[in-house]
């Protein structure tokens, strides 16, 4: 059964700093990874989508990488801004035909001006 | 025009009422989900549809009945739900082959009483 982990938790950031927030997955027969974004009592906005056969994927001041083998993903913000506070949730879609999305717990991100 | 609709906003009822949820997309996606999301958790697989047929149910109580009319339209008919049935419920949809990038809409905000 796939398991998707996020670290850290929360973290709350000076503005204009730089941030990794981490990813892993416990299965790499993965079809993509995607990163979303979630604002309180908001749906979730699409950030990033990777494909398996994909090592990153840039948008923005947003950079997604993903390496299947180790079962890892960073999103990498630059020059964090008071707007990027949310929560980032990553979540898998399994290799086989039919998408089912495994989330992790998501990371909570303060960026404090 | 990567937009998801939900109808209602928010809803309110009590166990005895019949309600539906409303979802609605018009980026010719041929696969839709219906998540559920418990506060500070990640959204929870339902239901997903992949050109109009059910294809995933994940063991959800009969009291939560979907419904796919057609290929823009998604729809979660609600009966004799329970208070712990109080969530956000998420709409969402895909391409069911290539990217299969998923796309959410705003949600619904159930209370049951």
């Known amino acids: 059964k796939q398991e998707v982990t996020q670290i850290p938790a929360a973290l709350s950031v000076p503005e204009g700093e730089n941030l990794v927030l981490n990813c892993s997955f416990t299965?790499?027969?993965?079809?993509?990874l995607q990163w979303f974004r979630q604002d309180p009592g908001k749906g979730l906005t699409s950030l990033l989508l990777?494909?398996?056969?994909?090592r990153e994927q840039t948008s923005g001041r947003l950079n997604a990488s993903l390496d299947k083998s180790s079962g890892r993903s960073t999103l990498y913000i630059a020059a964090s801004q008071p707007g990027d506070s949310a929560t980032y949730l990553c979540?898998?879609?399994?290799?086989?035909?039919?998408?089912?999305?495994?989330f992790g717990e998501g990371t909570q991100l303060t960026v404090n001006p | 025009d990567t937009e998801v609709t939900q109808t209602p906003k928010h809803l309110v009822m009590g166990m005895t009422n019949k309600k539906s949820l409303k979802c609605e997309q018009h980026?010719?996606?041929?696969?839709m989900y219906w998540y559920k999301q418990k506060a500070k958790k990640p959204p929870e697989l339902m239901f997903v549809?992949?050109?109009?047929?059910?294809?995933i149910n994940e063991s959800v109580p009969s009291r939560f009945s979907p419904e796919c009319p057609n290929s823009s339209l998604l729809n979660l008919h609600l009966h004799a739900l329970q208070p712990e049935d109080s969530a956000l419920y998420l709409c969402?949809?895909?391409?069911?082959?290539?990217?299969?990038?998923?796309?959410f809409g705003p949600g619904t905000r159930l209370t049951v009483l």
């Open positions: 969402a949809s895909s391409q069911p082959r290539q990217a299969r990038e998923q796309f």
């Open positions: 990777i494909q398996s056969s994909q």
């Open positions: 549809y992949s050109y109009e047929k059910l294809s």
């Open positions: 299965d790499s027969a993965i079809y993509n």
């Open positions: 980026m010719g996606h041929r696969a």
């Open positions: 979540a898998v879609d399994r290799e086989t035909s039919g998408s089912r999305l495994t």
